[in-house]
């Protein structure tokens, strides 16, 4: 496999995975972005912790949605992730009534 094989396959499965979140983003009511990954979920947890000096967040996840290209299964029950950066987590508005196109 060529390295241009390779890349037009990693390119492949990113459009693949971004047609999936639009698919899907409708279904979640937080939209949670750490240095890592990208995440999708319904129910949103973040507690900050100190250890010896060191801030660090712990996120607990219900009803999410992973944004990972080689993950076989992006859905999951339940997540926890622990990170030292900042966590971004927003609320997704949900239109009343969607319009047919």
Same mark, same amino acid.
């Given at each position: 496999?060529?390295?241009?094989?390779?890349?037009?396959?990693?390119?492949?499965?990113?459009?693949?995975?971004?047609?999936?979140?639009?698919?899907?983003?409708?279904?979640?009511?937080?939209?949670?972005?750490?240095?890592?990954?990208?995440?999708?979920?319904?129910?949103v947890? /973040?507690? @900050?912790? *100190?250890?010896?000096?060191e801030?660090?967040? !712990? #996120? &607990?996840?219900?009803?999410?949605?992973?944004?990972?290209?080689?993950?076989?299964?992006?859905f999951?029950?339940? /997540?926890? @992730?622990? *990170?030292?950066?900042?966590?971004?987590?927003? !609320? #997704? &508005?949900?239109?009343?009534?969607?319009?047919?196109?």
């Amino acid at each position: 496999m060529s390295a241009e094989d390779l890349e037009a396959y990693e390119n492949d499965l990113e459009l693949d995975l971004y047609r999936e979140y639009r698919d899907v983003v409708g279904l979640f009511d937080y939209v949670v972005e750490t240095e890592r990954r990208f995440y999708l979920a319904n129910s949103v947890d /973040v507690q @900050v912790r *100190t250890n010896g000096g060191e801030v660090f967040f !712990e #996120l &607990s996840l219900e009803d999410a949605w992973v944004w990972d290209i080689y993950r076989s299964s992006r859905f999951v029950k339940s /997540v926890r @992730v622990v *990170t030292f950066k900042d966590v971004n987590v927003e !609320e #997704l &508005s949900k239109p009343e009534m969607k319009i047919p196109s």
